[in-house]
């Protein structure tokens, strides 16, 4: 594989189920991200990680866990999904937390019923 | 707050003509100002950065100008093809920020 990897590529899930998002990247790169991309509201980070084993708080990461056991794997996991967290996520990563140039995974839409 | 926001939602061009996408910025202490493409059903991509001591940054058949008096920033898309209808978004970023602040995007859709 090159580049990023996310799964499942879409899933409907019951409120209050638990789900866990998986991404993976091969670059090597040190950081990555979370986003969620809601219509008219582009991409809003959820959360991030400067290198393995740190993870840091974005924008909205009410509701959202995550963990950086090693350099490739950056899983997202909703404890608890709520109907609002309906959204396409994208995973993306960079060489640094100072590189501008982010890769994005393809997506993963989630519907929460 | 501090913002990242983009004129127009839609745009619409003829195949090879030029194309300019505009964006407002509100946070003047922002460094580096980045475009991202995202293809329908795609990831973002990312096209080109301008630091924020440049006013003017050339890529292959695409231009970043920076006007920080007005806090304006726009993407030239030289000899628009359809390969180029996809939606794009202005973004952000302080030096030592760990984040990227995106815009809403405009839909570049070319037409033949």
């Known amino acids: 594989i090159a580049g990023i990897t996310q799964a499942p590529t879409s899933q409907i899930l019951a409120a209050g189920r638990r789900m866990t998002l998986r991404c993976t990247q091969d670059m090597r790169h040190n950081a990555m991200y979370w986003y969620r991309q809601d219509l008219g509201l582009g991409l809003r980070l959820i959360h991030y990680s400067n290198t393995a084993g740190t993870t840091g708080k974005g924008e909205v990461p009410d509701g959202y866990s995550v963990s950086r056991a090693n350099t490739d794997d950056f899983p997202l996991t909703l404890a608890s999904a709520v109907p609002s967290q309906t959204s396409v996520y994208f995973c993306a990563s960079s060489a640094g937390l100072v590189s501008h140039e982010q890769f994005f995974g393809p997506g993963t839409r989630l519907t929460v019923l | 707050g501090e913002s990242v926001g983009l004129h127009l939602p839609t745009l619409s061009v003829q195949e090879g003509d030029n194309s300019i996408i505009n964006c407002a910025y509100s946070n003047s202490a922002s460094d580096y100002f980045i475009w991202y493409k995202q293809e329908s059903g795609k990831g973002p991509q990312f096209i080109i950065d301008i630091r924020s001591n440049m006013d003017k940054r050339q890529g292959q058949r695409v231009t970043v100008l920076l006007n920080k008096t007005v806090k304006h920033l726009s993407l030239q898309i030289a000899a628009t093809q359809p390969g180029d209808s996809a939606v794009y978004f202005c973004?952000?970023?302080?030096?030592?920020?760990?984040?990227?602040?995106f815009g809403s995007g405009t839909q570049l859709t070319v037409l033949p």
């Open positions: 973004a952000e970023k302080y030096d030592s920020a760990r984040q990227l602040t």
